[in-house]
């Protein structure tokens, strides 16, 4: 494989598993703000205990979130010496503002987080938990404001080094291949470049999807308690506030979602357009829930619905979906290729669209677990509501908590997919409309190099996953401290795993 190929795939490999973990993080420091607040305000020592038993939760998935977060940086002086190069002054101001606001949030207060209970005062401690949370969202906020920038660029200019002189060049510059080393962006407002044309409503969309993360976690391992006929005043102490939060959430992310995709229809058409597999432009533009993309006919094999895709993207379902047959623009492609014929131009379009398979699952993807997220959600709530969320007696109740401890997973993968939409959908763009992925290389890496790298990286990588998982295990069967056990709590190895989730831990009524 290329030099291009590896760096793509080792970049996406290592970004997809540190993702794992920043989500779970972020979502997990919102809930111990919740439950430590609300020990604040009752004085309930059962909260307090549920906000000491998640921040060892938290620690484990900080530890292994952090380590893992550091390779990329290295990534970009390797393998992307290019782009490092170009972006440099832009990125600067980002990582910095990152290292000031949410590392220096992050140190100062975490010891005191996790090793400050009982030693210091309650307001004190839930002063830096706040502080935490905090610290670990403005981490997100100028990551996300950086690969924003990428998306849709602003606040910047060209600036071209040759032969020792600095020169402006002019607004609107199209990149020509010797430019490649001599030109990088340089910043002109920070603001500007901050509140970017999609900066904002990425990030809302980010971080809601980070606060289902982290409920969705406590769900889950709460569920797992009352399966196993554990800790239950904690479990269903732990269950409501995770759950409220996550209700809440799936309402926001609701919004958050339309408002992003009504973003990426007015600064990537051709995004939307491979997300949705639409090639010919039509008026009551349908869309698909579910299918696949044959590209060599241009066509389209799924479930669809009619009219919803212009509705959503418009507002109004008369308002037809650029196709890719139209985009790029031919004046785009004409700036680009001045020497061309119309019909060479026709040609040429199809290198300027992302792969649009890839793209069209995983958005989709994306659209469906989503939706399966939310359902589950509101449905728990319904249940809590009617008081049944607890009967562990009721069978159908166990079938659905068994469901809800595996629901952890859904989260995880809409995020994913969201960023492999999101990245996939900008190609074959680094920069987007400005500086090409394949422009973007280190001159003097191998291909051996990225490769062998790749394959360190995998077993590393594989080796901490086994022992977060192992960590995180641990810290489940032990469960939380200083409460007191329900006398008719099985013992380890009672009964078999699946007849406690499924039949019952209680002996009494299993022999029943």
Not at 154 to 165: D, F
Not at 339 to 344: C, L, P, R, V
Request: charged share 15%.
């Amino acid at each position: 494989m290329s030099v291009e190929i590896l760096a793509r795939i080792q970049f996406a490999f290592t970004v997809a598993f540190h993702y794992i973990y920043p989500p779970m993080t972020m979502g997990l420091a919102l809930v111990l703000v919740l439950m430590e607040g609300t020990y604040l305000a009752t004085g309930n020592r059962l909260y307090h205990r549920m906000a000491h038993f998640w921040t060892r939760i938290f620690a484990v998935i900080f530890s292994i979130g952090t380590a893992t977060g550091i390779v990329m940086e290295f990534e970009f002086g390797t393998n992307w010496a290019t782009y490092s190069r170009f972006v440099g002054d832009i990125f600067g101001s980002a990582l910095a503002a990152e290292g000031v606001f949410a590392f220096m949030l992050e140190a100062g207060f975490l010891s005191l987080l996790l090793f400050g209970w009982d030693k210091v005062g309650k307001k004190t401690h839930f002063f830096a938990t706040c502080m935490v949370c905090l610290g670990s969202h403005f981490s997100a906020i100028w990551i996300v404001v950086a690969n924003s920038w990428m998306q849709t660029p602003a606040g910047y200019h060209l600036e071209l080094l040759q032969n020792g002189i600095h020169s402006i060049l002019p607004a609107n510059y199209i990149l020509k291949p010797e430019d490649i080393g001599h030109v990088r962006a340089v910043i002109d407002s920070f603001w500007a470049m901050v509140f970017n044309p999609s900066s904002m409503e990425r990030l809302c969309h980010v971080v809601f999807g980070t606060w289902l993360t982290g409920a969705f976690l406590v769900m889950s391992i709460s569920a797992y308690y009352l399966l196993r006929g554990r800790h239950r005043q904690f479990a269903q102490a732990s269950m409501t506030v995770a759950l409220c939060l996550a209700v809440v959430t799936s309402i926001c992310q609701s919004i958050s979602a339309d408002a992003t995709a009504r973003g990426v229809v007015r600064n990537q058409p051709i995004k939307l357009a491979a997300m949705e597999g639409v090639y010919k432009t039509i008026p009551y533009t349908p869309m698909n829930l579910f299918g696949f993309v044959d590209t060599t006919h241009q066509k389209v094999y799924s479930v669809q619905i009619p009219e919803l895709l212009s509705l959503l993207a418009f507002h109004n379902p008369q308002t037809p979906v650029t196709g890719l047959n139209e985009l790029p623009s031919d004046e785009f492609l004409v700036a680009r290729h001045p020497d061309k014929s119309q019909q060479e131009l026709a040609a040429l379009r199809p290198l300027y669209w992302p792969p649009i398979r890839g793209v069209f699952q995983t958005y989709h993807i994306m659209i469906i677990v989503g939706s399966m997220v939310f359902g589950a959600a509101f449905f728990s709530l319904f249940l809590l509501l009617k008081g049944w969320l607890f009967r562990t007696d009721f069978l159908f109740i166990r079938l659905w908590l068994l469901l809800l401890v595996f629901s952890v997973l859904g989260p995880q993968i809409c995020n994913q997919a969201g960023w492999f939409t999101a990245e996939l959908g900008r190609q074959p763009w680094i920069v987007y409309n400005i500086l090409k992925t394949s422009e973007a290389l280190s001159k003097k890496v191998s291909a051996d190099q990225v490769f062998a790298s790749l394959l360190l990286f995998s077993a590393i990588y594989a080796l901490l996953f086994f022992a977060f998982l192992y960590l995180l295990n641990r810290k489940i069967q032990h469960g939380p401290d200083d409460l007191e056990e329900d006398p008719q709590e099985p013992k380890d190895g009672d009964h078999d795993f699946l007849h406690q989730l499924v039949l019952g831990t209680d002996s009494s009524r299993a022999s029943s």
